[in-house]
C-alpha cells in the first residue's frame, strides 16, 4: 500500500536549532489551506488508483490547524484517494499547540498516531533549544494524549545537549519509559548552517556543542532501550515490538507515495518529485491558473516554487537502497536486491561489503547485510563505500 504526505509550513516561532523548512507566522494560513486542497484535487491520479495504508502529516507544526481545517483536508484526501480503513494516520505536534480538548477531537478526526516534539523533559534544555514549552507542560500533554484514547504515540527527544549529562540523558528515558508509550526518536543535535544556534554559538552567546556528549548519549540511549524491551528499527527510531512508524518505514523501503504542500517529496517506484520550498511560490500557481502540483510544470530555478523531477537511473536506486536500508534493522537483503535491482547490483554490493566486514565495520548474517548498534555511529560513511 501506498502513503501520503501532507507538509505544513507553519510554526508558531522558530527554534534555535531548527533547519527545517517553516514558516513562524500564520498570515497565509488560509490561501495555504486553499492551495493544498487543490494540489491535492489535481493529483488525484499520482498514485494510480493504489490502497493508501499511511497518511501523514508533517511540518512544520500541523497541530497549529484547527479541527475543522484538518477535517477538510482529510476529506479531501478521501475524495481524491482510496484510504484503507486500518490506515496508520500520523500527525506532528509541538506541545505548546496541545490541550485535552484539542486531542480529544483529533482522535475523533481519525488520527490514530501523535508525534509529539517533546524534546526534553527538562527546562534547561528547552530553553537552549528556545522551544515553547516547558518540562511541566510535556508531561501534561502526555497524559492528555492517554486520557484522549492515544496509544499509539511517539515522541522526539534530542541528546548531545550542553545543557545535559549523562544523568540528566538517563532521567530524560526514564520519563520517557514510564510513559508506557511504544515509540521514541532520538536525535543527535546537530548545527545547521541556517539555524539561529549556530550563530549564537559562533557569537559565544550559548555554550558550544561537544561531538562526545552524543557519542555518550547514543550509547546510553541503544542500551536504555534495549534494556526496555525497545528495538532499535532505524538509526534514530526505537520502538516496541510491532509498534514501528509504517509511514517512515514505507520510505526506507521505497514505497511509492505522494507529498502535498511546500517542499513536500514525493516517490512512485522510478522518479521522484517535490514541490520548491516557498510558500509565496507554492501560492503563486493557481493564482496564475496552473494546477497546484502538476507535474509537467518546470521551474528554472531548482529547489524553488513548482514540482522538480527527477528519474532515478538504476545506479541512484542502488545507492538508495543501500543508503536507507542499512540505516534499519532490516539491512540490506542481498536476495531480494538481486530480485528488485538485478545481479550486477548484488554482486557488486557483496563483493564491496567484503572487506567491511573484515574490518568489523559491517555486520552479515545469511544473505543480509546489517549494522550493530555501534556501527550504526558510521552508518553515512559505510554506505559511502557500498555506493557505485
Ligand atoms: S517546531 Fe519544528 S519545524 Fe517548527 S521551528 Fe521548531 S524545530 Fe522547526
Known amino acids: ?28 494560513k488560509a490561501d495555504f489551506l486553499e492551495a493544498l486542497n487543490q494540489e491535492i484535487a489535481a493529483r488525484k491520479g499520482d498514485l494510480h488508483g493504489e490502497k493508501v495504508g499511511t497518511v ?67 527546562d534547561e534544555d528547552l530553553k537552549y533549544l528556545s522551544r515553547r514549552h516547558d518540562a ?24 548531545g545537549l550542553p545543557t545535559s549529562d549523562a544523568d540528566q540523558w538517563n532521567r530524560n528515558l526514564d520519563r520517557f519509559f514510564a510513559t508506557g508509550f511504544p515509540h521514541l526518536s532520538a536525535y543527535a543535535l546537530t548545527l545547521e548552517p541556517n539555524a539561529i544556534l549556530t550563530k549564537q554559538i559562533e557569537m559565544g552567546k550559548v555554550l558550544p556543542v561537544n561531538e562526545d556528549d552524543a557519542v555518550r548519549d547514543y550509547e546510553i540511549l541503544y542500551r536504555r532501550a534495549e534494556e526496555n524491551g525497545f528495538q532499535h528499527y532505524e538509526i534514530s527510531n526505537f520502538c516496541k515490538p510491532g509498534m514501528h512508524s509504517r509511514h517512515n518505514t514505507s520510505y526506507w523501503f ?18 521522484r518529485q517535490w514541490n520548491g520550498s516557498s510558500l509565496e511560490r507554492y501560492l503563486e500557481q493557481p493564482r496564475q491558473g496552473l494546477p497546484v502540483g502538476d507535474s509537467g510544470l518546470r521551474d528554472e530555478t531548482p529547489g524553488y516554487g ?28 542481498l536476495s531480494a536486491m538481486k530480485q528488485a535491482l538485478g545481479a550486477r547490483f548484488s554482486t557488486y554490493c557483496e563483493k564491496n561489503a567484503q572487506p567491511l566486514i573484515e574490518q568489523d565495520r559491517l555486520s ?12 550504526m555511529l558510521f552508518a553515512d560513511g559505510i554506505a559511502e563505500a557500498l555506493f557505485w
Not at 511541566?136 to 541528546?159: E, K, M, P, S
Request: with cysteine; charged share 25%.
Open 254 to 271: 521505497g514505497v511509492p507515495y505522494a507529498g502535498f504542500g511546500p517542499s513536500a517529496h514525493s516517490y512512485d517506484g522510478v522518479s
Open 136 to 159: 511541566q507542560h510535556a508531561q501534561d500533554c502526555l497524559l492528555w494524549a492517554r486520557a484522549a484514547g492515544f496509544d499509539n504515540v511517539t515522541i522526539d527527544l534530542i541528546y
Open 56 to 122: 501523514y502529516f508533517g511540518g512544520g507544526t500541523p497541530s497549529l490547524l484547527k479541527e475543522e481545517e484538518l477535517e477538510t483536508i482529510l476529506k479531501t484526501l478521501h475524495d481524491h484517494f482510496e484510504i484503507d480503513p486500518e490506515a496508520e494516520v500520523t500527525l506532528e505536534a509541538n506541545p505548546d499547540t496541545l490541550s485535552l480538548d484539542y486531542l480529544v477531537s483529533l482522535r475523533k478526526l481519525g488520527v490514530n498516531r501523535l508525534s509529539i516534539g517533546i524534546q526534553s523533559f527538562f
Open 306 to 333: 513548482r514540482v522538480e523531477k527527477e528519474i532515478l537511473t538504476p545506479e541512484q536506486r542502488y545507492d538508495e537502497y543501500v543508503m536507507l536500508r542499512l540505516r534499519t534493522m532490516w539491512g540490506v537483503d
Open 1 to 28: 500500500m501506498s502513503g501520503l504526505y501532507i507538509h505544513i509550513p507553519f510554526c508558531s516561532s522558530k527554534c534555535a536549532y531548527c533547519g527545517f523548512y517553516s514558516i513562524p507566522s500564520l498570515k497565509r
Open 364 to 375: 552479515r548474517k545469511g544473505d543480509v547485510l546489517y549494522l550493530t548498534d555501534q556501527q
